[in-house]
C-alpha cells in the first residue's frame, strides 16, 4: 500500500516530532492538534484512518476534560516517516 494524504503524513511526523523531543512513546492526541495547529476533531479523524490503515497504535485516555486518545507510531508507520523526511 502507497501512502497517501497530507494531513496524516502531517500527522504521522508530529508525532515522531514530539516522540523525539520528548522522549516518550505515546503523545496525547491534544500535543498533535497544538503542534499541527488544527481542530482536535480533524487529528482524531486522522488518527483513526491512520490506526485502520496499521501506521498507529491508539489508546483511549481519560483527561480532567473527558475522553482523549494517546497515539504512538507502528513499525509501519515509523517507515513512512523515515521515508519521507
Do not use: H, W
Not at 479523524?45 to 491508539?58: H, I, P, W
Not at 494517546?70 to 516517516?81: D, F, H, N, Q
Amino acid at each position: 500500500m502507497i501512502f497517501q494524504g497530507t494531513q496524516q503524513l502531517n500527522t504521522l511526523k508530529a508525532i515522531a516530532d514530539i516522540q523525539n523531543a520528548a522522549s516518550i512513546n505515546e503523545v496525547e492526541d491534544v500535543q498533535l492538534a497544538e503542534k499541527i495547529g488544527v481542530d482536535i476533531g480533524m487529528v482524531r479523524n486522522s488518527l483513526t484512518a491512520l490506526e485502520k490503515a496499521k501506521y498507529v497504535n491508539l489508546e483511549k485516555v481519560r483527561t480532567l476534560i473527558g475522553t482523549g486518545c494517546t497515539a504512538s507510531l507502528t513499525p509501519r508507520g515509523k517507515a513512512v516517516v523515515k521515508t519521507f523526511t
